[in-house]
């Protein structure tokens, strides 16, 4: 099932700067067969519902390995039976 989301990902106790975390995110959602669009407070996804999830799970479990003790997500997700989501039928 297609989907977009929006994930935020919130290092807590890890100091003023959390741009490396940030940037592992990224970097970790790049490597998955997705069209990503960062932004100032997350990043906005369109892949497949499963792989949405399981990427959102693998960025816990290597942010946790690497050290963050603390780590709060909120995600955002659309599916549709209408049509097919997508981000660029997102733009205004």
Known sequence: MKA???LQVIPL???VSVREQ???VVEML???DFIIETHASGTNIEG???DILAAVEKIH???HKEGSVRLLS???LETRTDKTPT???KRL
Do not use: D, M, V
Request: charged fraction near 25%; glycine fraction near 12%.
């Open 22 to 24: 940030i940037t592992r």
């Open 61 to 63: 479990e290597t942010l």
């Open 74 to 76: 909120y995600l955002k």
């Open 48 to 50: 497949e519902l499963s």
């Open 13 to 15: 106790c890890s100091g």
């Open 30 to 32: 790049k490597g998955n």
């Open 4 to 6: 977009t989301a929006e």
């Open 87 to 89: 981000l660029a039928g």
